[in-house]
Protein backbone atom coordinates (compact mmCIF):
# COMPACT_ATOMS: atom_id res chain seq x y z
CA UNK A 1 0.00 0.00 0.00
CA UNK A 2 1.54 3.04 -0.72
CA UNK A 3 1.64 5.36 2.01
CA UNK A 4 3.76 8.15 4.35
CA UNK A 5 4.19 6.36 7.69
CA UNK A 6 5.58 8.60 10.66
CA UNK A 7 6.68 7.17 13.97
CA UNK A 8 6.19 8.12 16.89
CA UNK A 9 2.32 8.97 16.44
CA UNK A 10 2.05 10.35 19.88
CA UNK A 11 5.45 11.29 22.30
CA UNK A 12 5.71 13.06 25.16
CA UNK A 13 8.93 14.59 26.90
CA UNK A 14 10.83 17.16 28.43
CA UNK A 15 12.05 20.59 27.90
CA UNK A 16 15.59 19.95 26.44
CA UNK A 17 16.28 16.07 25.60
CA UNK A 18 16.98 15.40 21.63
CA UNK A 19 14.11 13.61 20.02
CA UNK A 20 13.63 12.74 16.23
CA UNK A 21 10.62 11.96 14.56
CA UNK A 22 10.73 9.49 11.43
CA UNK A 23 9.09 9.69 8.38
CA UNK A 24 9.18 6.96 5.62
CA UNK A 25 7.57 7.04 2.40
CA UNK A 26 7.43 3.98 -0.20
CA UNK A 27 6.16 5.26 -3.22
CA UNK A 28 9.54 6.94 -4.53
CA UNK A 29 8.66 10.49 -4.11
CA UNK A 30 11.31 12.74 -4.90
CA UNK A 31 9.53 16.00 -2.79
CA UNK A 32 9.00 16.01 0.59
CA UNK A 33 8.39 17.86 3.69
CA UNK A 34 6.96 18.39 7.32
CA UNK A 35 4.50 21.00 8.78
CA UNK A 36 3.20 21.61 12.30
CA UNK A 37 -0.77 22.35 12.76
CA UNK A 38 -1.52 24.55 15.47
CA UNK A 39 -5.09 25.59 16.61
CA UNK A 40 -5.79 28.85 14.52
CA UNK A 41 -2.78 28.92 12.51
CA UNK A 42 -3.60 26.07 10.48
CA UNK A 43 -0.82 23.76 8.76
CA UNK A 44 3.10 25.85 8.43
CA UNK A 45 5.84 24.50 6.54
CA UNK A 46 8.77 23.50 8.72
CA UNK A 47 11.27 22.14 6.48
CA UNK A 48 11.53 20.43 2.40
CA UNK A 49 13.23 18.23 0.45
CA UNK A 50 13.44 18.41 -3.19
CA UNK A 51 15.63 15.62 -3.24
CA UNK A 52 17.92 13.78 -2.12
CA UNK A 53 20.55 15.93 0.05
CA UNK A 54 18.83 18.97 -0.99
CA UNK A 55 16.92 20.49 2.09
CA UNK A 56 14.80 23.94 2.34
CA UNK A 57 13.66 26.07 5.09
CA UNK A 58 9.92 26.64 5.14
CA UNK A 59 8.72 28.98 7.53
CA UNK A 60 8.99 28.13 10.91
CA UNK A 61 12.20 26.45 10.76
CA UNK A 62 14.31 27.47 14.21
CA UNK A 63 14.55 24.83 16.30
CA UNK A 64 14.28 22.06 14.13
CA UNK A 65 16.77 20.06 11.59
CA UNK A 66 16.24 17.69 8.90
CA UNK A 67 18.31 15.16 7.11
CA UNK A 68 17.62 13.31 3.70
CA UNK A 69 19.97 10.80 2.96
CA UNK A 70 17.76 8.93 1.33
CA UNK A 71 14.70 9.43 -0.90
CA UNK A 72 12.82 7.52 1.35
CA UNK A 73 13.11 9.00 4.27
CA UNK A 74 12.94 12.41 5.78
CA UNK A 75 13.53 12.64 9.83
CA UNK A 76 12.54 15.40 11.53
CA UNK A 77 15.04 16.70 14.53
CA UNK A 78 14.15 18.58 17.62
CA UNK A 79 18.00 19.24 19.13
CA UNK A 80 16.65 20.79 22.12
CA UNK A 81 12.69 20.66 22.40
CA UNK A 82 10.92 23.27 24.19
CA UNK A 83 6.89 23.58 25.13
CA UNK A 84 6.17 26.14 22.40
CA UNK A 85 7.19 23.43 19.63
CA UNK A 86 3.81 21.03 21.29
CA UNK A 87 2.22 21.06 18.58
CA UNK A 88 1.13 18.17 15.79
CA UNK A 89 3.37 17.54 12.96
CA UNK A 90 2.73 16.13 9.53
CA UNK A 91 5.39 14.85 7.11
CA UNK A 92 4.28 14.89 3.44
CA UNK A 93 5.82 13.51 -0.09
CA UNK A 94 5.07 14.29 -3.46
CA UNK A 95 6.07 12.75 -6.96
CA UNK A 96 8.17 15.61 -7.94
CA UNK A 97 11.03 17.60 -6.59
CA UNK A 98 11.40 20.99 -9.20
CA UNK A 99 7.37 21.50 -8.38
CA UNK A 100 6.88 20.06 -5.10
CA UNK A 101 3.92 22.57 -4.78
CA UNK A 102 1.95 21.70 -8.45
CA UNK A 103 1.65 18.24 -7.67
CA UNK A 104 -0.75 16.88 -5.12
CA UNK A 105 1.09 15.88 -1.30
CA UNK A 106 0.33 12.83 0.34
CA UNK A 107 0.21 13.04 3.89
CA UNK A 108 1.35 10.67 6.98
CA UNK A 109 -1.12 10.62 9.80
CA UNK A 110 0.69 12.91 11.96
CA UNK A 111 2.95 12.97 15.28
CA UNK A 112 1.61 14.47 18.17
CA UNK A 113 4.48 15.97 20.57
CA UNK A 114 4.11 17.23 23.98
CA UNK A 115 7.10 19.33 25.87
CA UNK A 116 6.47 20.03 28.88
CA UNK B 1 4.77 37.72 2.70
CA UNK B 2 2.93 35.11 0.96
CA UNK B 3 -0.28 34.33 2.69
CA UNK B 4 -3.84 32.61 2.17
CA UNK B 5 -7.07 33.29 4.10
CA UNK B 6 -9.82 31.39 5.01
CA UNK B 7 -13.67 32.69 6.15
CA UNK B 8 -13.21 31.53 10.25
CA UNK B 9 -15.59 28.54 11.35
CA UNK B 10 -17.04 26.88 12.74
CA UNK B 11 -19.56 26.48 9.80
CA UNK B 12 -22.64 24.57 10.61
CA UNK B 13 -24.94 23.57 7.88
CA UNK B 14 -28.30 21.07 8.06
CA UNK B 15 -27.71 18.06 5.50
CA UNK B 16 -28.38 19.40 1.71
CA UNK B 17 -27.93 23.01 2.06
CA UNK B 18 -25.40 24.87 -0.03
CA UNK B 19 -21.55 25.32 1.39
CA UNK B 20 -19.13 28.39 0.25
CA UNK B 21 -15.85 28.56 2.20
CA UNK B 22 -14.18 31.54 1.21
CA UNK B 23 -10.20 31.66 0.37
CA UNK B 24 -7.79 34.54 -1.10
CA UNK B 25 -4.90 34.53 -1.37
CA UNK B 26 -2.13 36.57 -2.00
CA UNK B 27 -1.01 37.46 -5.70
CA UNK B 28 2.83 37.08 -5.66
CA UNK B 29 3.74 35.13 -8.79
CA UNK B 30 1.74 32.46 -10.30
CA UNK B 31 1.15 30.06 -7.50
CA UNK B 32 -1.07 26.82 -7.88
CA UNK B 33 -4.26 26.47 -5.66
CA UNK B 34 -5.29 23.90 -3.87
CA UNK B 35 -8.28 22.72 -1.11
CA UNK B 36 -7.44 19.60 1.05
CA UNK B 37 -9.31 18.30 3.47
CA UNK B 38 -8.88 16.75 7.14
CA UNK B 39 -11.11 13.99 8.53
CA UNK B 40 -11.01 13.56 12.43
CA UNK B 41 -8.10 11.85 13.85
CA UNK B 42 -6.39 11.84 10.35
CA UNK B 43 -4.05 13.28 7.99
CA UNK B 44 -4.91 16.03 5.12
CA UNK B 45 -6.16 14.86 2.01
CA UNK B 46 -6.22 16.43 -1.59
CA UNK B 47 -9.55 17.25 -2.52
CA UNK B 48 -9.29 19.29 -5.55
CA UNK B 49 -6.65 21.85 -7.12
CA UNK B 50 -6.56 24.25 -10.00
CA UNK B 51 -3.22 25.57 -11.89
CA UNK B 52 -3.78 28.44 -13.70
CA UNK B 53 -6.06 31.44 -13.63
CA UNK B 54 -9.73 30.42 -14.98
CA UNK B 55 -9.16 26.49 -14.01
CA UNK B 56 -11.67 24.87 -12.44
CA UNK B 57 -11.08 21.70 -9.88
CA UNK B 58 -13.67 19.38 -8.60
CA UNK B 59 -14.31 16.43 -6.90
CA UNK B 60 -16.98 14.85 -4.92
CA UNK B 61 -19.42 17.36 -5.65
CA UNK B 62 -17.03 20.20 -4.28
CA UNK B 63 -15.98 22.57 -6.72
CA UNK B 64 -13.33 25.61 -6.98
CA UNK B 65 -12.45 28.18 -9.40
CA UNK B 66 -9.29 30.18 -9.85
CA UNK B 67 -10.21 33.73 -9.53
CA UNK B 68 -6.88 36.05 -10.38
CA UNK B 69 -8.84 39.36 -11.00
CA UNK B 70 -10.21 38.77 -7.42
CA UNK B 71 -7.70 36.04 -5.96
CA UNK B 72 -9.91 33.71 -4.43
CA UNK B 73 -10.51 30.00 -4.66
CA UNK B 74 -13.69 29.48 -2.95
CA UNK B 75 -14.45 26.11 -2.05
CA UNK B 76 -18.46 25.37 -3.04
CA UNK B 77 -20.61 22.05 -2.65
CA UNK B 78 -24.19 22.31 -3.63
CA UNK B 79 -25.60 19.72 -0.79
CA UNK B 80 -24.05 18.76 1.76
CA UNK B 81 -23.82 15.55 3.82
CA UNK B 82 -23.44 14.37 7.01
CA UNK B 83 -20.24 12.59 5.97
CA UNK B 84 -18.58 16.10 4.71
CA UNK B 85 -18.03 17.00 8.46
CA UNK B 86 -14.08 17.80 8.45
CA UNK B 87 -11.73 20.66 9.00
CA UNK B 88 -10.51 22.30 5.56
CA UNK B 89 -7.81 23.85 4.11
CA UNK B 90 -7.07 26.19 1.28
CA UNK B 91 -3.19 26.47 0.31
CA UNK B 92 -1.36 28.18 -2.02
CA UNK B 93 1.97 26.66 -3.66
CA UNK B 94 5.03 27.79 -5.72
CA UNK B 95 8.03 25.95 -5.94
CA UNK B 96 8.64 24.20 -2.95
CA UNK B 97 6.22 25.83 -0.89
CA UNK B 98 2.99 25.26 0.38
CA UNK B 99 1.17 28.02 2.88
CA UNK B 100 -2.15 26.83 4.04
CA UNK B 101 -4.84 29.21 5.29
CA UNK B 102 -6.07 28.37 9.04
CA UNK B 103 -8.33 26.00 8.25
CA UNK B 104 -12.56 26.28 8.57
CA UNK B 105 -13.94 23.42 10.27
CA UNK B 106 -17.59 22.28 8.98
CA UNK B 107 -19.82 20.61 10.87
CA UNK B 108 -23.18 19.19 8.91
CA UNK B 109 -25.94 18.01 10.67
CA UNK B 110 -28.68 15.34 9.80
Known amino acids: EAQVTQNPRYLITVTGKKLTVTCSQNMNHEYMSWYRQDPGLGLRQIYYSMNVEVTDKGDVPEGYKVSRKEKRNFPLILESPSPNQTSLYFC???????????????FGPGTRLTVT | GDSVTQMEGPVTLSEEAFLTINCTYT??????LFWYVQYPGEGLQLLLK?????DKGSNKGFEATYRKETTSFHLEKGSVQVSDSAVYFC?????????FGQGTELSVKP
Open chain 2, 91 to 99: ARGQGGKLI
Open chain 2, 27 to 32: ATGYPS
Open chain 1, 92 to 106: ASSPSGLAGAYYEQY
Open chain 2, 50 to 54: ATKAD
